[in-house]
């Protein structure tokens, strides 16, 4: 896009910004390639803060100052810009960018896209575990609205897979609490929490003789277990 000599600077800056030769104001039609603060933030559809930004961290600056006063960029700076948008659109905090552009070669290029690649692979396990979440609550949610409140009922159960806390084998609460929360804790640190609330073992002893109130462990059931995690396998029933 070229601006004609003599063009309303309004009317230019409706239109869409792509790259473009400034001619000069003589009408000469000496190219000119540069460009302003607000002219290459809308190019890039970005704003002039984020620029200014740039600028003070020493990412990118203008390089070239007008006979007017005012600082422009260059047409050779575009493409330090795409460099910088893309390794921002990577997460890249603006520090290791500044890095890099300071000391550019394939070899730190290549660590730091590993680098990134790692936190994206963090960031997809983590929405895989909160997507198992939503899952495991709407089916919780379905099967209580089956259930009437005050009504004992049997019901088969299928098999499933559950992760267990260290024994416990006593009723007093000063000794489970503290197992307990290590369990908690421990799932949510493995990354075990899939929605399904922890649930308490009772031994067939302490079940025969009354002691309904002393567990045998604690246990958090799992779908999807990350290999090499001891699970219990509890039977269809």
């Not at 230019?12 to 792509?18: E, I, L, S």
């Not at 660590?111 to 979440?133: F, K, N, W, Y």
Request: with cysteine; proline share 6%.
């Amino acid at each position: 896009l070229t601006r004609r000599a003599g063009a309303k600077p309004d009317a230019f800056a409706r239109k869409p910004c792509v790259w473009y030769n400034l001619l000069g104001r003589n009408g000469g039609g000496k190219a000119m390639k540069h460009l302003t603060v607000g002219e290459m933030a809308r190019l890039n559809h970005i704003s002039e803060q984020t620029l200014r930004l740039y600028d003070k961290r020493g990412l990118l600056s203008p390089s070239f100052r007008g006979e007017n006063g005012y600082r422009y960029y260059s047409q050779e700076q575009y493409d330090v810009f795409m460099v910088i948008a893309a390794l921002k659109e990577l997460g890249m905090p603006l520090l290791d960018i500044k890095a890099y552009l300071d000391r550019r070669d394939p070899e730190r290029l290549s660590a730091l896209l590993d680098q990134q690649e790692a936190e994206v692979e963090r960031g997809l396990a983590q929405l895989r575990r909160i997507q198992t979440m939503i899952r495991t609550k709407r089916k919780l949610l379905e099967q209580g609205r089956r259930v009437v409140c005050g009504q004992v009922f049997f019901e088969v159960c299928p098999p499933a897979l559950l992760i267990l806390s260290d024994p416990i084998r006593s009723a007093d609460p000063a000794v489970a609490a503290p197992i307990l929360y290590a369990h908690l804790a421990r799932c949510h640190r493995e990354g075990w929490n899939e929605g399904y609330p922890f649930g308490a073992m009772i031994s067939a002893e302490s079940l025969a003789a009354g002691r309904f109130d002393e567990y045998a462990c604690y246990f958090t059931q799992v779908e999807h277990p990350s290999a090499g995690v001891p699970v219990f396998e509890k039977p269809a029933g």
